[in-house]
């Protein structure tokens, strides 16, 4: 390749610069001279229905060219397809223009930068009713580029582009071609180009290479020899002869010849000479085996000879490919030239999915070593081209801070190393704490001198190191601690069961401290201020460890034997009889004769009453209610009990009511209502003489007022009957009647 001629081995930026100025210089160097005027067109029609036709012309034009440019308005002529009689001449404005690219069809293949094609569309849309011989639409411009190869005098012949619509159809359209052909074909390389239609009505189709039309010319005063005949002249038309040896069948000279594929409509061949060329293709509609129609596309090609100017070239976003660490992510980038498709192989032996058709890929590095990065560019294309870049893959370091030493703030002395991987080269720096703390702040090398902190406190340890591409910073954190210590001693604890003690050893230090209790019962603790429940009497023993979290102190044990006395509570005891009774027999016996006492105490009978060392003894109590009788006892060793038992005293069922009562508001005997004593629960009725509910309440407060439920209308002057439903305090039930006079 003509790269290795120039700049032999890898390829820097600044040759790559050159080598892209000259390959420009040698493509322009090597391409035709400017071309003029028109390049070609096409004319297709697509029925929309109820004999409704879009008629499409194209029309192609060498956008260099200072020459006729594209006209605003085409004539397009519609023909009986018999007579050639005149039916219709449109005036069709031009649409947009849009540029033809100057591509090969090859991506190897670099077309010259100055050919430049154009066309424009002119679309417009004509009823034609059927007809018996059928229509002939055309197209006429003036004039063709004077520099065409293989025509004679080419300026001197114009274009016709033409199709039919057949005889007595009904709503036919022509075959739509597919895509538009490249602009520029390679001498020299074997070409094999669609020039491919797609008919709407599923007909049959044949490829051929066909005449070119005449039309037009290069008169004056209008007519059909002026370069825009208005309108278009009429069939039969003009054939342009071939400047010999080309022919309509082989109009561009080739080994083998250029020809057209009849059932694929592929140009196949390979041209031998560079030049201009024009020629015509048509596609035939077929049905049935009847000929419809056929549509001609006059065209023009650039043959020349291509320049392969393709490179690979391999960026990555990486300081040094030579000094990576394991695990890097490393993203690619392809700054090839005028390549399409690319493959990487990122050269891990161990994987087989190191590939990548990315243009852009991203590649992870797992592992230690050296990788050959290969870039293909254009891969299976004789003008493929290849670069390649070592990367170099180092171990990680895994650092780690080593120390001995110490954590008491009188015996300190750290000693520390690193840990991990590296090179002999690497960088290794210390940093102990901010400055001051320490009797060394930082150090560069392996081991650092002796390290003492001024005071008790936490401190953190950097270390870094950086080995060939890998680098790492670990942190520690190194804690000084002061000796603790036990203040507390635990002796002539007393106390009656249960007896709870909240035990404090008035610890101290500069570190979490951890302690176990054995409070002699059974029990332990964790805490460091436990709170402990004795629930036996008698004599125990507390003993008490405590250590540290770093290690600063072995740990401590200490045993206080006899620390804790735990005295007996008195009993209380004893029995009430009975313990429910009423005031009719309010009298209760106390008995607490069944024990043996050593020990003060006295009865609260709950009515103020007392009675001192008496065990067996018989109260009256004066009212009604609940009372709790209470044994407080206290034993030799000033421990106190007290025992509770409640008593109720009930009151006596009474009833009493009135005779009559009258009801006019003088405020003497206005209501009735019977009196109750000793009851759980009341209920009143009061019916007349019919039965009849007048008042009715489960208040024992409430009073009839002699109004019907106490809201109605007067009760009139009667003898009413009432009826008492009582439930007593010993939860009896008792009912009671009785009549009451109301008067008036």
Not at 206 to 233: I, V
Not at 304 to 310: N, R
Not at 366 to 391: H, K, M, R, S
Request: aromatic residues 14%.
């Amino acid at each position: 390749m003509i790269w290795d001629l120039f700049f032999p081995g890898r390829r820097s930026a600044l040759a790559k610069h050159l080598y892209r100025w000259l390959m420009a210089v040698l493509l322009v160097a090597g391409s035709t001279a400017q071309a003029a005027h028109l390049v070609g067109g096409e004319l297709t029609y697509t029925c929309s229905g109820n004999n409704v036709y879009q008629i499409k012309l194209v029309v192609y034009r060498d956008c260099n060219s200072t020459g006729a440019q594209l006209d605003q308005t085409a004539s397009i002529g519609i023909y009986d397809g018999l007579s050639g009689q005149l039916l219709y001449n449109l005036q069709v404005n031009k649409g947009p223009t849009y540029p033809l690219p100057a591509n090969t069809g090859n991506p190897c293949l670099q077309a010259p930068p100055n050919i430049c094609t154009e066309y424009a569309n002119y679309v417009t849309v004509q009823s034609l009713p059927a007809r018996a011989s059928g229509y002939v639409i055309s197209y006429q411009r003036c004039c063709r580029n004077a520099t065409i190869t293989n025509l004679n005098n080419p300026d001197d012949w114009g274009m016709t582009i033409t199709t039919r619509i057949p005889p007595n159809d009904t709503c036919n359209s022509s075959p739509q071609w597919d895509s538009t052909p490249p602009i520029v074909l390679c001498s020299q390389e074997f070409l094999n180009i669609p020039v491919t239609c797609t008919d709407p009505d599923g007909d049959s189709l044949y490829y051929e290479l066909c005449s070119l039309y005449h039309g037009g010319g290069k008169g004056q005063g209008g007519g059909f020899n002026t370069p825009q005949p208005n309108p278009p002249a009429p069939p039969p038309y003009t054939t342009i002869p071939y400047k010999a040896p080309n022919t309509t069948v082989n109009p561009i000279p080739g080994n083998p010849p250029l020809a057209m594929n009849p059932a694929t409509g592929h140009l196949q061949g390979k041209i031998t000479v560079t030049g201009q060329y024009v020629m015509a293709m048509c596609v035939e509609e077929w049905r049935n085996g009847v000929l419809l129609n056929t549509i001609r596309r006059d065209y023009q090609f650039n043959v020349t000879t291509c320049q392969a100017a393709i490179w690979a070239d391999i960026i990555s976003e990486v300081d040094d490919p030579t000094q990576l660490c394991i695990g890097t992510t490393v993203p690619f980038q392809e700054d090839s030239y005028n390549a399409t498709f690319f493959h990487w192989d990122f050269g891990d032996p161990n994987s087989t999915t190191d590939t990548s058709n990315l243009p852009n890929p991203v590649f992870t590095f797992n592992d230690t070593g050296v990788y050959l990065v290969t870039l293909i560019a254009n891969p299976g294309w004789p003008c493929a081209d290849t670069d390649q870049v070592e990367f170099h893959i180092y171990p990680p370091i895994n650092a780690g801070i080593n120390w001995v030493g110490g954590v008491c703030a009188d015996e300190q002395n750290f000693q520390f190393s690193p840990s991990g991987f590296w090179y002999p080269d690497a960088t290794i720096e210390w940093t102990f704490g901010s400055p001051g703390d320490a009797n060394v702040h930082t150090f560069s090398g392996e081991i650092p001198p002796p390290v003492t902190f001024v005071q008790p406190g936490a401190y953190p340890v950097q270390l870094y190191i950086k080995s060939k591409a890998c680098e790492e910073t670990v942190i520690d954190t190194i804690r000084v601690y002061q000796r603790p210590r036990i203040d507390a001693t635990f002796a002539g604890i007393v106390g009656c069961e249960p007896y709870t003690h909240q035990f404090d050893p008035l610890s101290s230090a500069s570190t979490p401290l951890y302690y176990l209790w054995d409070f002699g019962d059974g029990d332990t603790s964790h805490q460091a201020m436990p709170s402990h429940t004795y629930t036996n009497a008698g004599l125990y023993d507390v003993k008490l460890w405590m250590w540290t979290d770093e290690g600063c102190i072995d740990t401590i044990f200490v045993s206080y034997p006899d620390a804790v006395l735990v005295n007996p509570r008195p009993s209380s005891t004893f029995t009430v009889s009975p313990p429910v009774t009423s005031i009719y027999t309010p009298v209760v016996t106390v008995d607490a004769s069944g024990f043996l006492f050593n020990e003060q105490y006295f009865f609260d009978m709950g009515d103020s009453t007392l009675y001192t060392q008496t065990a067996f003894f018989a109260h009256q109590y004066q009212d009604t209610g609940n009372f709790e009788v209470k044994r407080i006892a206290v034993n030799q060793y000033g421990c106190w009990d007290t025992l509770g038992i409640w008593v109720r005293i009930n009151p006596v069922l009474n009833i009493w009511t009135p005779s009559a009562f009258t009801p006019n508001g003088d405020g003497q005997n206005d209501s009735f209502r019977p009196f109750v004593t000793g009851f759980n629960e009341y209920r009143l009725v009061i019916t007349n003489r019919w039965g009849q509910v007048v008042f009715e309440s489960s208040d024992a407060h409430e009073e009839w007022n002699g109004q019907i439920l106490n809201t109605g209308a007067e009760s009139p002057q009667d003898v009413y009957a009432w009826h008492l439903f009582i439930v007593d305090f010993g939860d009896s039930p008792v009912e009671y009647t009785g009549t009451v006079l109301l008067y008036r």
